[in-house]
């Protein structure tokens, strides 16, 4: 699987979960709207009803009240008057009541207001005709019944009424189409959305699944990948390891071959020298007696006779020349040294120990105390952590670095060199700062080349001592680089593990 197919796939997943997040809170916010809509609906409807139950009730405590006065005119037993009185007293309360019920309507407000006045108009009727009757006036009472005017106040009350009724009955309708309406939309909502929710749960499992099955596949492969990886790096290291100690044994053994010829060389060379003398005398003979002179007889006693100035201009080239040979043979014997010397280094086991670098550094400044001294040159020693390293290669990396920076100062300027340090991550950190001649930052790797050598050459040495620090450096588990400008100082920084063990030997030999 590519990374742009992985890439597609995580986002379309991803896409999923966010559209079917966003469908369930879209499906819970219509769901809880038209919930609220249906329940709204559902009070007014039930709110309608109880209207219409008011309705009926005051008319009929209103009918109750007027057949308990009717009765009490024609039989004139008291029960119907305490009937009347129970049925009068609860009209105009429910009356009331029906107000409240239907303040917000402007179609039942008017009807009601008026209703109220005409049932307390006729309450107040029937109560003074009971009290005609109780009077002993009841004929006088049954006249007033008989006229037509109590009967149209009566059917005018019916009539608001069954205004109100039919505005109820109206609103009963309305109310109920509204109400089964959200309640529709409300199953068609919460069905729709959870099928469409499950529809989008079994694309996102299909999906993960299938993820997870190349996520499966993937493991595997890269569990194999890892194994043929190992075995391969397993292989190449023990390639490189072979090489490594091929090529330093034959570094040994061409140095080592390399040195006999040498002695043969610096041998005849010295012979050469010997019969220099012998050379010269001769030609300086043969020289006079061709111009038929004497050689003096204490030539033998006194060396070199005396030569013509073409003689003697060859014995000074000759001279010269012998000292070329030498100086090249001495140069070439230090080379050869300094190879054998980085083979033997590479073959030796180094040995972890618990250092304190600033006591190590003390003591390699120490020894070169004097050399500091004649380069006019202070060198100081800030806090430095402690490291578990071979104490060898650490005296071999400093030695050489202060060395250089001892070796590399400006001329009459007091030499300022620093040796710091400080732990990052499991790493130290050490640098060696100078204010000397500096690297030109074209030359910041050249420098680490074997026998290859930065700036002017007025200063002994072959070019193997960075070359040699940074292979310790390397095989101690670290890095190593240089920042400078010319004529500006160096800053050699050097990184090494704080606890360096024999495993990690191994992997830097490799």
């Known amino acids: 699987m590519t990374p742009e197919s992985t890439r597609r796939r995580a986002f379309i ?3 999923l979960l966010s559209l079917s997040f966003a469908v369930l809170v879209l499906i819970s916010l219509a769901s809880v709207f038209l919930l609220q809509k249906a ?3 559902g009070a007014s409807v039930a709110h309608t009803l109880e209207v219409e139950n008011q309705i009926s009730l005051a008319q009929l405590q209103m009918r109750r009240a007027e057949s308990s006065e009717r009765g009490f005119l024609l039989t004139g037993r008291p029960e119907f008057v305490e009937e009347f009185e129970n049925s009068s007293g609860r009209v105009v309360p429910m009356l009331r009541r029906l107000q409240l019920l239907v303040a917000d309507n402007p179609v039942q407000r008017p009807l009601i207001e008026r209703s109220i006045a005409l049932a307390q108009a006729r309450i107040d009727k029937f109560k003074q005709l009971i009290s005609l009757a109780q009077l002993d006036r009841a004929e006088e009472a049954r006249r007033l019944v008989q006229d037509d005017s109590g009967r149209e106040a009566m059917n005018q009350f019916a009539s608001f009424m069954a205004a109100m009724r039919a505005e109820e009955n109206r609103l009963f309708v309305m109310r109920t189409a509204a109400a089964d309406r959200s309640q529709s939309l409300t199953s068609i909502v919460t069905t729709a959305g959870s099928g469409l929710v499950l529809v989008l749960a079994g694309l996102s499992i299909f999906l993960v699944r299938r993820s997870a099955r190349a ?10 990948n890892n194994l043929n990886l190992e075995s391969t790096v397993s292989e190449r290291t023990t390639d490189l390891r072979e090489a ?6 034959f570094a040994y053994i061409v140095s080592h071959d390399l040195r006999s010829p040498l002695v043969n060389i610096m041998g005849f060379t010295s012979e050469l020298e010997e019969l220099r003398s012998d050379i010269f005398r001769r030609i300086a003979t043969l020289s006079r007696e061709v111009a038929d002179k004497q050689m003096p007889e204490k030539a033998d006693s006194d060396g070199e006779p005396e030569l013509e100035p073409a003689d003697q201009q060859l014995s000074e080239d000759f001279t010269e020349a012998l000292a070329f040979i030498k100086s090249s043979i001495g140069k070439m014997d230090r080379l050869i040294s300094a190879i054998l010397n980085l083979t033997r280094e590479g073959r030796r086991q180094f040995q972890p120990v618990p250092i304190d670098t600033r006591e190590l550094i003390e003591n390699i400044v120490s020894t070169m105390a004097h050399q500091a001294a004649e380069a006019n040159a202070e060198i100081r020693i800030e806090p430095l952590p402690e490291i578990v390293s071979d104490r060898l290669a650490l005296e071999q990396i400093f030695s050489n670095l202060i060395d250089n920076a001892l070796k590399y100062l400006k001329n009459g300027v007091p030499g300022d060199i620093r040796v710091r340090g400080r732990q990052k991550l499991g790493f130290a950190i050490f640098e060696i700062v100078d204010n000397g001649r500096g690297i030109d930052p074209k030359d910041h790797q050249r420098i680490f080349d074997l026998f290859r050598r930065a700036g002017t050459q007025d200063r002994p040495g072959q070019g193997i001592g960075l070359a040699h620090v940074r292979a310790l450096v390397r095989r101690l588990g670290g890095t190593m680089s240089v920042s400078s400008t010319l004529g500006e100082g160096s800053t050699f920084i050097i990184t090494l593990p704080m ?12």
């Open 39 to 41: 329940r709204k609906d």
């Open 499 to 510: 606890k360096w063990t024999a495993a990690t030997n191994r992997e830097s030999r490799s």
């Open 244 to 249: 490594n100690e091929e090529i330093q044994r």
């Open 13 to 15: 997943q991803i896409s």
């Open 215 to 224: 996520r499966d596949e993937a493991e595997a492969l890269l569990r194999e």
